[in-house]
């Protein structure tokens, strides 16, 4: 069995590389941190057993941040046969920084240098560079499927010259570092001699995590030089193995406008809104009313009918299959072209580019409130799957802004809301619930903000953290991994509608028609839920809605927040999967879930944002950060969602009642009254304490 590490710097196509060569569909994205843990597979390629580790990115082999602690701490702890070692061929210079590291380091290496761009900086002699660096060097495509097989070809090639005793050389200028200076604090060390030349350029760098193995304070002061000699050997290399280019890595003439600093947030904001149009209301309405027809004719209808015929109409049967199978699953799945396009937009903007510059935007804004460059790709995933996104936060080296960030990540509104709004909404505000619907995301963002901002005040500073920001080459998205990632996006959505969504549907409809005593409802009697929900239901009076089948449906939704339509639904006794049939529902003042107007309708949709995160997100949130840091937010949360969610409903209940006008000069006086009196505050304080600086040490002692 051949044991092969898979590493390289971030962006450099890794993570393509390893699903190519192990066939699997692991999430790929132009930027670090998607790989946060390291992943194996096991698979054949003719007749040998191949054992590949894909490992998170990391620039050097002196970790900065908890992915790149994976990476080391792997290769030190694992007796790997081999390392793949990935580099882009646009950035070279310093992708190899990471090569000279694996060589030092003495692990047999195979350097695969991927052509991401198409039109390269610059020509490679890739004999000659492989001459120079004494490894076998590849120049691949990490997305052909033959470049897959010629790489794997070449691992079972170096692994035959390893087993008959091959010594791979390591970098001459390690001579001039003189190491063995360092090899006396190695002694009577349970360590890898193979590794002895590693620690001590370790130690000859002052790296903090090798001295504190070797419980050595002693200030040696060589990272500069030894950083120094390594660039002028990539320099010689390059030199002898590369034309000259005028381009540079990365660089575009779109950043002047992109990133310009009047542009860039009305640039982020409409491309924001673009994708949300068509996925809502243009193509998505359509695709998802076209889905909708096809569920109600060819299988809601047909197999509806055929039950009655067998039961009859007030059959329990009847019922489950039509209100909680039927009815709720097809709920959700109109949905199904919606989620789908809404991955694809995040593809886009991720294949293109463009998502590590909207890092580049936001790191300043979040750097005021504690947090980093680095929230901005956990909170964008969190638009997905707060579930998925919250493993992200990993990549932090900061253990209180990796908290933080875990904690502001169930405020991003994740694809399972879109059904919510788009139904709710849609039932009350038609064509204008777009701006309900950018409103609800902006306010999500808005109050993480605002919380990462109290946290870092109270109880959550953090320290200061490195951000290396890389900008790729702006690209085109490869029509297969689109597909392949949209397949496997649906097929998730699918899958969970399958298995939880279903399950927790029937569930709800037991509860919501059967007695405490069991007794099915049809027959007379109040249900469980029914029961359950009146007791709760006042507690969301203040808030506009206070019926106890939109209290119960938010208990659902702790499960899945689809769940909380297909839950409206059945409590309605919508039968069909028709939107208009739940949107009308829900405007009828006998129905159990029932909304009084538009402003009801508004704080709802703002609760659903706030309140909990489903359980699989509460989950792995209590394994991230710790189950206190857990509860402690799970409290924030509720508390928060019904506190805006009772400012949204007044607010809203004031402007029907004045206009818009009057309530709007309002809140400006009173926003503008409350800022001046923190800056009075500010002021007064500065002032207090200018003083007291100033002031002869007498005066201080009497006070």
Not at 125 to 131: T, V
Not at 343 to 361: C, T
Not at 545 to 572: C, D, P, Q, R, Y
Request: charged share 20%; aromatic share 12%; with cysteine.
């Amino acid at each position: 069995m051949i044991k092969v590490a898979l590493l390289g710097n971030p962006n450099t196509g890794k993570t393509t590389l390893y699903n190519l060569l192990t066939a699997s569909h692991e999430h790929v994205g132009n930027w670090h941190g998607v790989t946060v843990e390291e992943k194996a597979k096991l698979y054949k390629h003719k007749g040998n057993d191949i054992v590949m580790v894909d490992l998170p990115g990391l620039y050097s082999l002196s970790p900065l941040s908890y992915e790149e602690e994976v990476s080391v701490d792997y290769l030190l702890n694992n007796n790997v046969d081999m390392v793949v070692n990935i580099c882009d061929a646009s950035n070279l210079k310093r992708n190899l920084y990471l090569t000279l590291s694996l060589l030092e380091m003495g692990i047999p290496t195979l350097l695969v240098v991927n052509q991401i761009d198409r039109r390269p900086l610059c020509k490679i002699d890739f004999l000659k560079l492989e001459s120079m660096l004494g490894i076998k060097v590849l120049h691949i495509n990490a997305s052909n499927k033959k470049d897959g097989e010629i790489v794997n070809d070449n691992i079972i090639k170096l692994y035959d010259k390893i087993k008959s005793g091959y010594q791979q050389d390591k970098p001459s200028y390690l001579k001039e570092f003189g190491l063995h200076k360092f090899k006396s604090f190695l002694k009577n060390k349970n360590i890898n001699m193979n590794l002895e030349d590693y620690y001590c350029v370790k130690l000859l760098e002052d790296d903090e995590r090798v001295k504190s193995l070797f419980s050595i304070k002693q200030e040696f002061g060589g990272m500069e030089r030894v950083a120094k000699r390594r660039y002028q050997y990539i320099d010689e290399v390059l030199s002898s193995c590369c034309g000259k280019s005028e381009r540079v890595y990365g660089k575009s003439k779109f950043d002047k406008i992109l990133l310009n600093r009047f542009f860039a947030f009305p640039i982020f904001i409409l491309i924001i809104a673009v994708a949300f149009y068509l996925t809502f209301f243009s193509i998505g309405a359509y695709l998802s009313s076209g889905l909708n027809f096809l569920l109600d004719k060819l299988i809601s209808t047909p197999m509806t009918n055929l039950l009655i015929k067998s039961f009859g109409e007030g059959s329990w049967i009847v019922g489950l299959f039509r209100d909680a199978i039927f009815g709720g699953l097809g709920s959700i799945l109109t949905f199904l072209p919606q989620v789908a396009l809404l991955f694809f937009f995040l593809s886009l903007l991720e294949d293109s580019g463009y998502l590590s510059r909207v890092a580049f935007v936001f790191d300043d804004i979040l750097s005021k409130v504690g947090l980093s460059g680095k929230s901005v790709y956990t909170l964008l995933m969190g638009f997905g799957c707060s579930t998925t996104a919250v493993l992200t936060a990993r990549n932090m080296e900061d253990k209180n802004s990796k908290i933080k960030t875990g904690l502001l990540t169930p405020y991003m509104s994740c694809s399972a809301k879109f059904p919510i709004y788009s139904v709710l909404g849609g039932a009350f505000f038609g064509a204008k619930n777009i701006f309900i619907i950018l409103g609800l995301y902006f306010l999500g963002v808005f109050i993480a903000i605002l919380m990462s901002l109290i946290y870092e005040k109270t109880i959550l500073k953090s320290k200061e953290q490195s951000f290396i920001l890389e900008f790729p080459p702006y690209r085109m998205m490869s029509f297969k991994r689109t597909m392949s990632l949209l397949k496997q996006n649906v097929k998730e959505f699918i899958a969970r509608v399958a298995s939880l969504i279903l399950a927790m549907n029937v569930i709800v409809w037991f509860l919501s028609n059967f007695t405490i005593t069991f007794k099915y409802v049809g027959s007379g009697g109040v249900s469980m839920l029914e029961t359950f929900g009146r007791v709760i239901a006042p507690v969301f009076k203040p808030l506009g809605f206070g019926s106890w089948g939109l209290a119960s449906a938010l208990i659902a939704g702790l499960v899945a927040k689809e769940v909380i339509v297909s839950s409206i639904a059945m409590f309605n006794g919508v039968s069909d999967s028709s939107l208009s049939g739940i949107a009308s529902s829900i405007k009828d003042p006998a129905s159990p879930a029932f909304f009084a107007d538009g402003s009801s309708v508004l704080s709802y949709l703002v609760f659903c944002l706030l309140y909990f995160p489903c359980l699989a997100t509460a989950s792995v949130l209590g394994k991230e950060i710790g189950k206190k840091w857990l509860v402690l937010g799970l409290i924030f949360e509720f508390l928060i969602a019904y506190l805006t969610a009772f400012v949204v409903y007044r607010i809203s209940l004031a402007i029907e009642s004045f206009g818009f006008g009057i309530v709007f000069v309002f809140l400006l006086a009173l926003v503008i009254l409350i800022v001046s009196l923190v800056y009075v505050f500010k002021r007064i304080k500065t002032k207090r304490c200018s003083y007291a600086n100033k002031c002869p040490k007498s005066c201080k002692k009497k006070g």
